[in-house]
């Protein structure tokens, strides 16, 4: 075998170690996959069953069914696979200048003869051999078998990390604790003892509420018959509960978020009394002695909801001609605000950086307060040069929370000195002499009279009125920057 042909075998080969390479890699993927898959099932069984023989089970039987599917795929591709007649065929796809010769050497070399046929002339084959090994060269590993090759497997694991997130967000094992927990001490039997309610359900009706609400809310106390038992409303928010149970008890308490449990007054032995006081989402539920040498509670309601109205910060809004103004120095900002807030605002002020003025205070719990800014660059501590961002606060009343702030939009300010206020009248001046000499050249070249018709006269109208536009909009966009009774307003 001469040297060419051993070069082009010893290629044909590296391409076939390069190709089994990547369905090693392929199948360690799916391999993952199947062990992801499998330990998220596990702790979804756990978690809903409490069986550590199940979750053994749901894990291990899908990891190794899936080892054993990806090994016997692993061996059939391998014992398929040619190192040198497949491989001849994967780049003739690829690289079609080779017109069959890289299969018809690959053939010859690998088969009995190990060369050329008894009936084919060795001279025609030595010229096959050196065309094929002149461009093998060019031959890539990478354009042979692509990456995109092993994309349904990539396709594969990231699929399987959508159970196991799952699992890992509600799994009781997570998957993480899957094999600590199938390993601890206890048994499935001691799990559950450990874990088994040791109050029963008692029947509790006819649950009436009294709502009576933080005094800054401003709100009247509400009474609700026949409540299904969720309560709500703003923090703080106190509730008084009235109850009927199913079956005479000894002893009652009211349980709010697992925390301290609270007194309840029994009449007759199944009318109760009592009150929580509502601070954050959760759940409230009755506790219950069912009889008078019981020292346990050993009963209890069903769990009720607690929804928290939330007392959002107020809302601030403004009103000016754009959210960039030129202000001189002893001018007042023309700016109103508006502050409205669920139950009531405490005070609004003015913001620039750090420093704040306030503008109202002990509103009084109004729910809805507006006013101007009437405020100077000069009373606001600027100086002329100065470009600020402004905004308006409004603070709630919320005594229970803690007062809240919303904020305006951001107003940027520049406050102007002498030589750019001067600058900026004769820019005005500018811009009005030319709008109305646009204006009034209209009226110049118009015929006297614009027209003989009543339809000629209508149009000309209503040209005439659309050439006072411009004016229009220019007083617009200067109206809000001088002062009132100044020459230039």
């Known amino acids: 075998m001469s040297n060419a042909e051993r070069q082009i075998l010893e290629r044909l080969r590296s391409l076939y170690r390069y190709e089994r390479r990547r369905a090693f890699l392929s199948s360690t993927l799916f391999v993952i996959s199947g062990l992801a898959v499998g330990v998220s099932v596990g702790s979804g069984v756990a978690t809903l069953f409490q069986s550590k023989v199940g979750a053994v089970v749901a894990t291990v039987g899908l990891f190794v069914i899936c080892l054993v599917y990806q090994i016997l795929w692993l061996v059939r591709t391998i014992m398929r696979s040619k190192p040198a007649t497949s491989q001849a065929a994967n780049v003739e796809k690829v690289y079609p200048s080779f017109r069959m010769r890289l299969v018809t050497v690959a053939e010859r070399l690998t088969g009995s003869t190990k060369g050329p046929l008894e009936h084919e002339s060795p001279a025609i084959f030595s010229s096959i051999v050196g065309k094929v090994l002149l461009v093998m060269p060019s031959v890539k590993s990478r354009r042979v078998h692509p990456v995109s090759l092993l994309f349904p497997s990539v396709l594969v694991v990231l699929g399987a990390l959508a159970p196991l997130s799952v699992a890992t967000i509600y799994g009781e094992p997570a998957p993480h604790e899957l094999l600590s927990w199938v390993t601890s001490e206890e048994s499935v039997e001691e799990d559950e003892i450990a874990q088994a309610p040791l109050i029963e359900d008692a029947v509790v009706a006819e649950i009436s509420f009294v709502y009576i609400y933080p005094e ?18 703003p923090p703080g928010t106190q509730v008084l509960i009235n109850a009927r149970t199913g079956e005479p008890v000894s002893g009652a308490v009211v349980v709010v978020n697992d925390a301290v449990p609270e007194a309840v007054t029994i009449e007759d032995g199944r009318d109760l009394s009592t009150s ?37 910060p107020p809302i601030v809004t403004l ?17 109103t605000w508006e502050a409205t807030d669920d139950f009531g605002i405490s005070r609004v002020l003015v913001r620039i950086g750090d420093e704040e003025f306030v503008l109202r205070e002990a509103v009084g719990g109004q729910r809805r307060d507006s006013g101007s800014l009437n405020r100077t660059p000069e009373q606001l501590g600027l100086m002329p040069g100065d470009e600020v961002v402004l905004v308006i606060e409004g603070w709630d009343n919320d005594e229970f929370s803690g007062s809240k702030a919303g904020q305006s939009q951001e107003i940027r300010v520049k406050v102007l000195g002498p030589v750019a206020s001067a600058r900026r009248v004769r820019r005005l001046w500018r811009e009005l002499r ?22 000629g006269l209508s149009a000309w109208a209503a040209d005439a009125a659309g050439r006072l536009e411009p004016v229009d909009a220019l007083m617009e966009q200067y109206w809000d920057a001088f002062q009132d009774g100044s020459i230039e307003a």
């Open 216 to 233: 800054y809310t401003g709100l009247s106390p509400l009474e609700v018959r026949n409540s299904n038992g969720t309560a709500h409303g």
């Open 276 to 312: 929580i006081t509502l601070v954050e989402d959760g759940f409230w539920r009755f506790q219950f002695k069912s009889t008078l040498d019981k020292e346990e509670y050993d009963q209890q309601s069903s769990d009720y909801l607690i929804e928290i109205e939330p007392d959002l």
């Open 319 to 335: 009103d000016s001609s754009s959210d960039r103004l030129e202000v001189e120095l002893s001018q007042q900002i023309p700016i």
């Open 434 to 455: 030319d709008a109305l000499v646009d204006m009034l050249a209209g009226y110049v070249t118009d015929p006297s009279p614009p027209s003989q018709t009543e339809s």
